[in-house]
């Protein structure tokens, strides 16, 4: 059974930090690629960071760029996202997502996975 688990997600002050985590159960992270997402409230899913199935290949969004990382635990079946100097901006869930081939279409749309978790709430706030 095929299942993508977030965590991490919580409340955080304007520039501090976070890890969120995706926990992987019923295939293994190499033979998808994974992204990151996000939803606002009132706004459309943004595609945040996405990695291919070897991690090989990362991509982030420009709004994310040079304060997040993602990467791969591949003993533990588990990608994470380590975000820094969070603005309130960031507010949002975040949703882990995977598909075998959204590496071979465009990974930063959410069209292009199956499976997604149930989302992790970050709050960026004072």
């Known amino acids: 059974q095929l299942q993508l688990v977030e965590s991490g997600g919580g409340l955080v002050q304007p520039g501090g930090s976070l890890r969120l985590s995706c926990a992987a159960s019923g295939f293994t992270l190499n033979d998808y690629a994974i992204a990151w997402f996000r939803q606002a409230p009132g706004k459309g899913r943004e595609g945040v960071s996405c990695?291919?199935?070897?991690?090989?290949?990362?991509d982030y969004a420009d709004s994310v760029k040079g304060r997040s990382t993602i990467s791969r635990d591949s003993a533990k079946n588990t990608v994470y996202l380590q975000m820094n100097s969070l603005k309130p901006d960031d507010t949002a869930v975040y949703y882990c997502a995977a598909d075998p081939t959204a590496w071979d279409r465009d990974p930063s749309l959410p069209e292009a996975y199956e499976y997604w978790g149930q989302g992790t709430q970050v709050t960026v706030s004072s």
């Open positions: 990695m291919n199935g070897d991690g090989g290949k990362t």
